[in-house]
């Protein structure tokens, strides 16, 4: 895992849905390597702004449903540091972001993750 280059995959991240799928199908092909994928996730989420955090979420969402199809590593790594994330958006973001990280983990929720 380089992390110099996923910290510039984490800089040009956005919300859209081609730059989640292609950020997580990056970090899905590192899965030996979950726990620094985690680890920087972390790091780099705790120094984001608001719309930035946004489509992190997304993106670790997107990790963690689809790297359990190929075993539990991503899970047991971001359950470590999502409920902090968490936590912080549900307390410091906006209404909207607040919506769309709840409308998150209903679907974490009602899927079993």
């Given at each position: 895992l380089s992390e110099p280059i996923f910290r510039d995959k984490l800089d040009k991240l956005n919300t859209s849905q081609?730059?989640?799928e292609q950020t997580a199908a990056w970090c899905l092909f590192h899965r030996a390597d979950a726990r620094r994928v985690a680890e920087v996730w972390e790091a780099y989420f705790s120094k984001a702004?608001?719309?930035?955090?946004?489509?992190?979420?997304?993106?670790?969402?997107?990790?963690v449903q689809n790297g359990r199809k190929r075993g539990t590593e991503f899970l047991a790594e971001f359950y470590k540091v999502l409920p902090r994330a968490l936590r912080h958006v549900l307390a410091k973001g906006d209404d909207k972001t607040r919506a769309a990280v709840n409308k998150v983990i209903r679907v974490w929720d009602e899927r079993k993750v």
């Open positions: 081609q730059s989640i702004d608001q719309p930035k955090r946004l489509a992190m979420v997304y993106l670790a969402n997107d990790i």
